[in-house]
């Protein structure tokens, strides 16, 4: 049988991938080692985070299905940095991983035109460097395009203390042949590596202990459908806790029996996600590190010990465990592991997510060194989107870095690379008052409508929100005069009164006021989402208007296209450094090569007087 589209691993990429593909009218077949691993969660049970979160909100503004998901299995929620900008805000949310499993193989199942096979890819096909299929255990099938999803699951060893299995997070089989292949193709292939904490016994907890954590009281939802599928007074409660003197000397004095510290681990380690164990060796003079108990599944007794991922042997994890308040007593039922695997050097792709070496093969997720489920998800969508858009010969979805955290996730991957997981932050981001939480549907529902993945329901629902906020914004403009009048109802409304004729913006722009103090004055009513937004325009336009300035100009440094076969070797005055870089990535553009590190604005200049001579050949 031939397909349009094969999506090879069933993880978070590969969950979005086949459904986007195949949403898209492409015959799509989801090839997965274990049907019961699709959208694991195997290692923290949550969803979002800083950064992360605005992540999951542009994979449903897209047409993805992440956020939806979230919001079927949520435990708790919370919307996280409130006391900060909106710059840095987002949602994040506990998860129940089974009901998280369970809702997304559903969709995937209920989803025409695609099927689903349990079994391992081998080897692709490959006819003159273009991608016509894979060969399984069992046999060859045919597609026009293929995407590579396999997590951790390529070459993979755990590793607890000087103990290595080659098997998966659950003990699973591991594909050992692809990764060779791959390799052999000609892909550059690095050792990587990441891990988990010890799922402990909820019944064996002292949670006295502990200071309770519980959810925001507020509804909320990562979808903008904006519907609820929890009781917030009925959130699962997670609890805080810290490590001591006493966890500090266990870890310290067993050292060396880290798989990490005791030289068995080959695999880079995640940098900002680190080992409880390489915390204490960095951070030689902090007295204690914050662990959040979380809980997985109301069909589960386990508690995930967030920040206490280690890769010690289990005698050494006992003692680290009962070291901590409210666990001396705590039964261990799944113990910490680190996990290395094989990815490909993501300078090797190109900005659509297809590799430089192999056409029509795309891949995404943790084969191209990133971490996170988020990450994840997020290359599965677009990875197909422009697969899609490929074989139907139509324009990729290329998100500039003022326009997404998933363009600043595939730009620093393509033009940067990365040596370690590479885990999204805000940081990252030049634009992040441009990338907020309240308006990735604003920044992208178009561009999923064009590509056909938003549903009609839902663009019109957009369509209007659209509407109020420009309706909002006008009644804003309205003049309001210091007449005694005025100035009592201002006053009723804790706004203090004026003295010269004003705007009702004018008045929003205070700290204190909000579109709530200023609803005598409105005409119409407004919903929670619009009034939001519309406060943060105000509020912060004179950030907001800095900032898109500042990506205007980089949106020109954009526009300026770099042809694919231009032979840098032959460009005189370019540094040698600069020349090795630029062969190597290929940018598409001045923007992208001004973004490669080595490359310097001495270059950039050569390469502009080379442009304009008329040589971007």
């Not at 589209?5 to 090839?31: F, P």
């Not at 992360?52 to 994979?59: A, H, L, S, T, Y």
């Not at 204690?288 to 010690?312: A, C, V, W």
Request: net charge positive; aromatic share 6%; hydrophobic share 35%.
């Amino acid at each position: 049988m031939k397909y349009d589209i094969i999506v090879v691993g069933g993880g978070h990429a590969g969950s979005e991938a086949a459904l986007a593909s195949a949403r898209l009218g492409n015959k799509t077949l989801l090839i997965t080692g274990n049907i019961n691993n699709i959208a694991d969660a195997p290692c923290n049970p949550s969803i979002g985070g800083p950064a992360k979160g605005i992540v999951v909100r542009e994979i449903d503004a897209l047409g993805g299905e992440m956020a939806k998901n979230t919001d079927k299995s949520i435990l708790q929620i919370k919307k996280l940095n409130t006391r900060k900008g909106p710059a840095v805000w987002a949602l994040r949310a506990q998860i129940d991983k089974i009901e998280y499993q369970k809702n997304m193989t559903e969709t995937i199942k209920s989803t025409k035109n695609l099927d689903i096979k349990e079994t391992f890819v081998k080897k692709l096909i490959v006819e003159n460097n273009v991608v016509k299929g894979v060969i399984t255990k069992e046999e060859e099938i045919k597609a026009k395009a293929v995407i590579l999803t396999t997590g951790t699951y390529l070459n993979s060893n755990i590793l607890i203390g000087s103990t290595k299995k080659k098997e998966g997070p659950h003990g699973e089989e591991t594909e050992l042949n692809l990764s060779k292949h791959l390799k052999e193709l000609g892909f550059t292939i690095q050792r990587l590596k990441t891990g988990t904490p010890p799922r402990i016994k909820k019944d064996t907890i002292d949670f006295t202990k502990t200071k309770r954590e519980p959810g925001d009281t507020d509804i909320l939802t990562f979808s903008y459908e904006n519907k609820p599928y929890y009781d917030p007074e009925k959130q699962e409660l997670c609890h805080l806790i810290y490590t001591n003197k006493k966890t500090h000397e266990i870890i310290n004095k067993n050292l060396t029996k880290s798989a990490m510290y005791g030289g068995y681990a080959e695999g880079i380690g995640p940098r900002y996600c680190p080992s409880i164990e390489d915390k204490i060796v960095r951070f030689k003079d902090k007295e204690r590190h914050q662990l959040f108990l979380e809980p997985e599944s109301k069909n589960l007794d386990t508690i995930y010990i967030q920040g206490f991922s280690s890769s010690m042997p289990k005698e050494v994890q006992k003692e680290m465990v009962k070291s901590l308040p409210g666990l001396e007593n705590a039964e261990i039922l799944k113990y910490a592991y680190a996990i290395e695997y094989d990815a490909i050097d993501p300078t090797q792709l190109k900005r659509t997510l297809e590799t430089k070496i192999i056409e029509n093969l795309f891949t995404a997720g943790q084969i191209n060194g990133t971490s996170g489920y988020e990450e994840a998800a997020c290359q599965g969508l677009i990875a197909a989107i422009n697969a899609n858009q490929k074989l139907k010969g139509k324009k990729p979805l290329i998100l500039r870095r003022d326009e997404a955290y998933i363009g600043v996730l595939i730009d620093d991957l393509v033009t940067k690379g990365t040596k370690e997981p590479y885990r999204l932050l805000t940081s990252r981001a030049e634009y992040r008052l441009l990338l907020r939480d309240d308006n990735a549907d604003l920044r992208l529902t178009e561009y999923g409508n064009e590509i056909g993945l938003v549903t009609k329901e839902n663009y019109q629902k957009f369509k209007i929100k659209l509407e109020n906020i420009k309706k909002l914004l006008k009644e804003l403009t309205k003049e309001i005069t210091p007449t005694k009048e005025i100035n009592n109802i201002l006053k009723e409304n804790n706004i203090n009164k004026i003295i010269d004729k004003t705007t009702l913006e004018n008045l929003l722009k205070r700290p204190e006021v909000t579109i709530e103090n200023l609803k005598p004055f409105l005409k119409n009513n407004y919903d929670k989402e619009v009034i939001e937004e519309v406060e943060i325009i105000v509020k912060y336009s004179g950030y907001i208007k800095k900032q898109e300035e500042e990506a205007k100009k980089l949106k020109e440094y954009e526009n300026i296209k770099l042809s694919e076969n231009i032979d840098y070797q032959k460009i005189s005055n370019l540094a040698l450094e600069a020349r090795e870089k630029l062969t190597k990535i290929k940018p598409t553009s001045i923007g992208q090569a001004m973004r490669i590190s080595g490359v310097n604005p001495s270059d950039i200049a050569v390469l502009m007087i080379y442009l304009k001579r008329g040589k971007n050949e």
